[in-house]
């Protein structure tokens, strides 16, 4: 969607209709949360953590205005599509935490703190299997990889639907 700023210059929200647009956009938070938690040693690092998760689940708010959403696509529908998949991590819950998650923007959330926690895991066994340490190089090669690409656009077609 275009739209006409004050300024007179125009607007363009990416259209996540197509998977792939939402995949890359989990790429460039992927690497935000990547560097806050290999490279960062402020005691901030936990705030911009949460930041970076709080900020990508933002995205699929239906009125965030940050994107434009896939016609159809719903909070709730994608709630009613995660629930399943997320049920070991919900059952695994106190009740007074999983009751948190009868709002259907948690679930949401939820998905997506799932995401950036696979992603630290895949991370680091990457790290591990070249016997490394991350530097923007290794960050960058791993990031690049296809494999972590595909992964990325299964985490945007779970989501959208």
């Known amino acids: 969607m275009t739209e006409q700023l004050s300024e007179g210059a125009l ?6 209709s197509d998977p792939s647009a939402a995949a890359e956009l989990f790429s460039c938070a992927a690497s935000d949360f990547l560097h806050a938690i290999y490279f960062s040693k402020s005691a901030d690092t936990e705030e911009r953590v949460s930041q970076i998760v709080f ?25 009613k599509r ?16 999983r009751a948190i998650f009868e709002d259907d923007a948690a679930v949401v959330t939820l998905a997506v703190n799932a995401f950036f926690e696979e992603l630290l895991v895949r991370a680091d066994a ?33 989501i959208l639907g």
Request: hydrophobic share 50%; glycine share 8%; proline share 5%.
């Open 55 to 79: 900020g990508l689940a933002a995205l699929f708010e239906e009125k965030s205005g940050i994107v434009e959403l896939p016609a159809g696509f719903t909070i709730a529908g994608a709630a």
């Open 126 to 158: 990457w790290l591990e299997l070249k016997g490394g340490v991350m530097n923007e190089e290794a960050l960058h090669e791993f990031l690049a990889s296809s494999v972590i690409h595909d992964w990325m656009l299964g985490w945007a077609k779970r």
């Open 11 to 16: 607007q363009v929200r990416p259209s996540l």
């Open 82 to 97: 995660l629930r399943p998949f997320l049920s070991k991590r919900l059952n695994a819950m106190e009740p007074e935490d």
